[in-house]
Nanobody
């Protein structure tokens, strides 16, 4: 069973920055669509950012201009650079890797990493 592994979470003051990493031991990583999601207490999990095979990126309105998603295929790793963090960004952040093979979608989630923005 493949499980991506996130790292880089922690406690940061408002206005600060963090960089999350996600390593996934899947074959042909460059063909997988990658995404970062987050879930705050009492709220549903939401998409934060995604990056396609062709490196097309998509962001939630709440993070656009502050967060940057990227991928390094040679290292089977994706990143989420988070700048100008706000208390509302506090959540558990999850990475997801997904690939479509024929009619079947295969996806794997990481275990999550806590990000807390507080003074």
């Amino acid at each position: 069973q493949v499980q991506p592994v996130e790292s880089g979470g922690g406690l940061v003051q408002p206005g600060g920055s963090l960089r999350l990493s996600c390593a996934a031991s899947v074959s042909l990583f460059r063909f997988w669509t990658l995404g970062w999601y987050r879930q705050a207490p009492g709220k549903q999990r939401e998409l934060v950012a995604s990056i396609s095979v062709r490196e097309t990126t998509n962001y939630a309105d709440s993070v656009r201009g502050r967060f940057t998603i990227s991928r390094m295929n040679a290292q089977n790793t994706m990143y989420l650079q988070m700048n100008s963090l706000k208390p509302d960004d506090t959540a558990v952040y999850y990475c997801k890797v997904q690939v479509q093979i024929g009619a079947t979608s295969h996806e794997f989630w990481g275990q999550g990493t806590q990000v807390t923005v507080s003074s």
